[in-house]
């Protein structure tokens, strides 16, 4: 394993020509691959393809409590779905509402109240400019959502910890910052928990705004690939300690246990911001699908049914985790131009690239037929500091093809070092 950082220029050009030689062989090879998106692939969603069985006239459609769930009602879901997502969050049932098909609807919902109506404050629309604070590398969507509001983003670096605190404890002396968007366990994309001593600090801030809400979004908070697992405090208890549990929303769902797109979103929160929730909510609609909660339900009686689940979704993605990780170290180890995450959930692998060099990645990768997700994407407003971050979705494709868009990638990786290297 030669470090490129430190080859002679001659060495540099001969691996150059050899690089250029493996790429254009795989440029040859016509290929079309995905590891853009962080989509399960069609054989965890196989798993689930009897969900529908569990509701119909032979079942009955009464829920545990005598609901009809095909009427009408019950605006914060039904009573079997908030004691399961109570069991996941670890947070009492009365503080959880269950509503549809996806958290980022309701994350979405939930800033649009605090722009119209405000949590406990002048509407967030009414105070001139505001601010969020956005660890990153982090999902693009949650970017999205403030930046359709004209949101003002700030980014927040990692350290192994998490997020980094010591700037997020300075920020949040200014009034402007409303909120901070968190995915504290196997991050989107990092794969990184926050350690107990991050979710501490979070839970004891005393931001300047009184309105301050942290989006923690729980999305992988049960999604690990090995039977070692993170361990991520629960942040509420945290938040009694310090009296802050008005400070949190959390959110997860489904969509990555049995369907995307047709699962349960879930939100958690203090009884405070619960009441506020709702008041919303009952003029926005008259309930959710309560027949796929009770679908739902009704397949994962218990939690041990739904880890069980997981074990099974970990089973199919382990495998598709380690054909990358063990082509990115036979291919990048020692080069000293990527350092890649190993996470221990969740569904991506984040990469560090030399810096200047993640589009370039994208651009070669696009050449030989691989679709990454767009560099700089995984930043505010689409824009990567450094340009170095790769953000890598391992889920959707078979493991032969992952095998192989892994090595297009790490070629790529080599080629675009080599090219700025040469300069
Ligand atoms: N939150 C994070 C961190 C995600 O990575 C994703 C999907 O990739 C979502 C939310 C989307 O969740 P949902 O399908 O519940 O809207």
Redesign the pocket.
Known sequence: MTNYLSMSKEELGAEFAAVMAEFEALKGANLSLDMSR?KPGADQLDLVDNLYSFVGPDKGFKSETGVDCRNYGGLDGLTEMKKLFGKVLDVNPDNIICGNN????LMFDAITQGMVTGFGDEPWLKQGKIKFLCPAPG?D?HFGICEYYGIEMITVGYTENGPDMDAIEELIKDPAVKGMWC?PKYS?PLGLTYSDETVKRIAALKPAAKDFRIFW?N??VIHDLYSETDNLLNIFDECKKCGSEDMVLEFT?T?KITY??A?I?AVAASDFNIKLLKSRMTVQTIGPNKLNQLAHSRMFPTYEALLGQMKKHGDILRPKFEACLDQFEEALGGKGIASWTKPMGG?FISMEVLDGCAKRVGELCKEVGLIITTPGATFPYGKDPKDSNLRIAPSFPSVDELALAAKVLCVAVKLAALEKLSK
């Open positions: 962080g996806a958290s980022l609807n999902y969507r995915v989107n979004d999305a992988y769902s969509s995307p797109g699962g979103a569904y």
